[in-house]
């Protein structure tokens, strides 16, 4: 079975500064990995996902995450950081090869922070 | 609008009693999700669904019941069997099989028993 580890639990940061929030994934032939994001007390949100074809991956608010392969790594990072970023970042794989339909394995996510 | 529907938003009951939480969509999605998010563990399947009629366990469905009559709607029962219900649920549904590329949330049912 697919296993996410964000070893992160917590990431404070101040405002306009680089953050990256890690993810490492049980290796498998095939994968498809997503960061998603979640407001308090709301559902989760895609922010970006990787399917196949170019390792980095970029959404429309400035994150970007790279599929590496060898590290078996799905790192979320963005330059400069906003106080509307604060929020919970999940990041997630699915198995499309398995028989288990397409469901999703989370990591146990992470509180990031921005600070003023 | 095409979305996930998730009601009531909040949902208090009575230690022993069941509980049913509401789930509908309206994006013609083939499969549907029920996760159990508690803090620190991030989220965990309970159910999934890929098809009417038909539903298949996740990782923690002990004290959980579903069913699929109709392909938009896939409630969810918290049996008084569930030991420890107090949770933030959230329903998912994406495309199946070949088609999948992202799973879109509803906006959660907070359940507090007491």
């Known amino acids: 079975a697919q296993s996410v580890t964000q070893l992160d639990s917590q990431v404070p940061v101040f405002e306009e500064a680089p953050v990256e929030l890690r993810c490492n994934y049980s290796s498998s032939v095939s994968v498809y990995l997503f960061w998603y994001v979640q407001y308090p007390n709301q559902g989760l949100q895609l922010l970006l996902k990787y399917l196949s074809g170019s390792t980095l991956v970029e959404s429309i608010n400035g994150f970007e995450a790279e599929f590496n392969k060898s590290q078996t790594s799905f790192h979320l990072r963005k330059p400069s950081v906003h106080i509307s970023d604060t929020a919970e970042y999940f990041c997630a794989v699915s198995d499309p090869l398995t028989g288990g339909g397409n469901k999703l394995t989370f990591g146990t996510g992470t509180q990031l922070k921005v600070e003023l | 609008d095409g979305g996930i529907t998730q009601s009531p938003k909040y949902l208090f009951r009575k230690e022993g009693q069941n509980v049913t939480l509401s789930c509908e969509q309206n994006l013609n999605h083939d499969a549907m999700y029920w996760y159990r998010q508690d803090p620190g563990q991030g989220l965990r399947l309970i159910y999934y669904s890929q098809i009417v009629n038909d539903f298949q366990k996740g990782d923690i469905a002990e004290g959980y019941s579903v069913s699929r009559e109709k392909k938009e709607s896939f409630p969810l029962t918290v049996t008084s069997a569930q030991k420890n219900p107090t949770a933030f649920y959230l329903c998912?549904?994406?495309?199946?099989?070949?088609?999948?590329?992202?799973?879109?949330f509803g906006q959660g049912t907070r359940l507090t028993v007491v």
């Open positions: 998912a549904s994406s495309w199946a099989g070949q088609g999948f590329t992202e799973a879109f």
